[in-house]
Every structure is written in C-alpha cells, then in structure tokens.
C-alpha cells in the first residue's frame, strides 16, 4: 500500500496524471499545495473516485477552500504522520 502525495495542480504539472497511471486501487493519495486545485475540476474528482483520498487540512484553509472541498477527508499534519507511517511506501509526485 503507497501513499501518494501530490503537490502541484494538474493544470500546472501532470505529477498528478502520472500517479493515477501507476496507483494501485488499496494506494491512498494526499493532495497538498497547490494539488488541492485539481479537484476544482469535474473530471479530476471522477478519475480520483474509489481512492483513499485525503487533503491536508491546513493548505485547504490556507487556500480558501474549505467550502469548495468540504466534501473530502481532509487531515491534519498529525494525521498525514501517521498515515506515512501505515503505509509501505510514501511517493511525493
């Protein structure tokens, strides 16, 4: 089981695009930065379906977010430790 984490939208990098090729269905996927922008598009929200997907809580405020994405589980840093920890592998796209 991997945990994916991205970084960088979509639109301005296809780190995300690239994960979805290699995730496996048990990986899990964290968004971050500037990441949390692709699920402002229909189509990624679609592709991330039937994913572990997580958010990191703090960026999401920091962004203004929180209304748009309230829908997903969003995680704190304490949180996000401790999903590295129960995962076999962290890969940060």
């Known amino acids: 089981m991997i945990l994916h984490h991205i ?5 301005e990098d296809n780190a995300l695009g690239t994960c979805l090729r290699y995730a496996a269905s048990k990986d ?4 971050s930065g500037n990441g949390l922008y692709s699920l402002l598009l229909p189509a990624w929200q679609v592709q991330l379906t ?3 997907l997580y958010l990191l809580k703090e960026d999401v405020m920091a962004r203004g977010l929180s209304s748009r994405l309230s829908a997903f ?4 840093y304490d949180e996000f430790i401790s999903q590295t920890l129960t995962h076999e592998k962290v890969i940060t796209w």
């Open 28 to 31: 899990s996927i964290l968004l």
């Open 7 to 11: 970084q960088h939208s979509a639109s």
């Open 73 to 76: 589980k969003m995680i704190d």
């Open 50 to 52: 039937g994913y572990s």
